[in-house]
T-cell receptor, first 114, second 116 residues
């Protein structure tokens, strides 16, 4: 089955700096890659996703890049703010015509210091 | 749109009791997924259901766990004879009907199960 590895497990940055979180996946059939943000005691919230027919996607301060050949994808957050502090999870699935079971990475605890 | 609803939000059970977790998907969504999150860990897939059908239960423990999504009413995750190791947050997610972007999953607030 699919296996998703996520690094780093913790990331500490100063407000205004950029943060990058990286994930690798094992199954070349995976074609959908969402990122979720989870605050303490809350539900995972989708922040951005990318499908395998796209190499990069951006939404304001958040961007995701995908390298299908290397089977890795990354989350980039620019101009970080204290409210960005949370746990971030990457995931992979075989979406589209197949079912969309998500395989999650282990999570990255991001701390943004004011 | 009320989003994905789960209840109860917190559930305390003693070892050997049964736990029933409920999930109402977003309006218009017919795909439901259950995930389990152990303390300070990621989410692990348990089961995928459509109305009246279990599509994939490859993540479900073979014993004591079952799930259903009846034609009417919420999806139910049932854990019989709970043990302390079942203590976790159980999240339900739903996605749109086929023909739309059915990969996108929206999560409910979760049920925190504590087994004493």
């Amino acid at each position: 089955g699919e296996n998703v590895e996520q690094h780093p497990s913790t990331l500490s940055v100063q407000e205004g700096d950029s943060a990058v979180i990286k994930c690798t996946y094992s199954d070349s059939a995976s074609n959908y890659f969402p990122w979720y943000k989870q605050e303490l005691g809350k539900r995972p919230q989708l922040i951005i996703d990318i499908r395998s027919n796209v190499g990069e996607k951006k939404d304001q301060r958040i961007a995701v890049t995908l390298n299908k050949t290397a089977k890795h994808f990354s989350l980039h957050i620019t101009e970080t703010q204290p409210e960005d502090s949370a746990v971030y999870f990457c995931a992979a699935s075989m979406g589209g015509t197949s079912y969309g079971k998500l395989t999650f990475g282990q999570g990255t605890i991001l701390t943004v210091h004011p | 749109n009320a989003g994905v609803m789960q209840n109860p939000r917190h559930l305390v059970r003693r070892r050997g009791q049964e736990a029933r977790l409920r999930c109402s998907p977003m309006k218009g969504h017919s795909h439901v997924y259950w995930y389990r999150q152990l303390p300070e860990e990621g989410l692990k897939f348990m089961v995928y259901l459509q109305k009246e059908n279990i599509i994939d239960e490859s993540g479900m423990p073979k014993e004591r766990f079952s799930a259903e999504f009846p034609k009417e009413g919420p999806s139910i995750l049932r854990i019989q004879q709970v043990v302390r190791g079942d203590s976790a947050a159980y999240f339900c997610a739903s996605s749109p009907s086929p023909g739309l972007a059915k990969e996108t999953q929206y999560f409910g607030p979760g049920t925190r199960l504590l087994v004493l």
